[in-house]
């Protein structure tokens, strides 16, 4: 099992930068892409930006030149920087970890509220 923990979430008012992180543990072999989601009240669940282990990253389209994707591969820890944020960034912020040795395997944080005050 994988375990991830996310912070850095909060309240911050609009135009402000918040930087989240998420540290994985336990079975980590074979983490490959690791990335954030993020969850509005009454909407899906939505790609927020994704990095390999190699550092290949990909952005959705609402965050690019706004959000930074990062990762330590020696710390096992992932991190979002996210700048001139506005009220429609306001979600919970989940990390996903992914393995796809032996199987296919998603493991998920227990997200971290993130609030943009207009």
């Known amino acids: 099992q994988v375990q991830l923990v996310e912070s850095g979430g909060g309240l911050v008012g609009a135009g402000g930068s918040l930087r989240l992180s998420c540290a994985a543990s336990?079975?980590?072999?074979?983490?490959?892409?690791m990335g954030w989601y993020r969850q509005a009240p009454g909407k899906q669940r939505e790609l927020v930006a994704t990095?390999?282990?190699?550092?290949?990253?990909s952005y959705a389209d609402s965050v690019k030149g706004r959000f930074t994707i990062s990762r330590d591969n020696n710390n096992n820890t992932v991190y979002v920087q996210m700048n001139s944020l506005k009220p429609s960034d306001t979600a919970v912020y989940y990390c996903?970890?992914?393995?796809?040795?032996?199987?296919?395997?998603?493991?998920w944080g227990q997200g971290t509220q993130v609030t943009v005050s207009s």
């Open positions: 996903k970890a992914e393995k796809r040795i032996g199987g296919f395997f998603d493991y």
């Open positions: 336990g079975n980590i072999f074979g983490i490959n892409t």
């Open positions: 990095i390999s282990r190699s550092g290949s990253t």
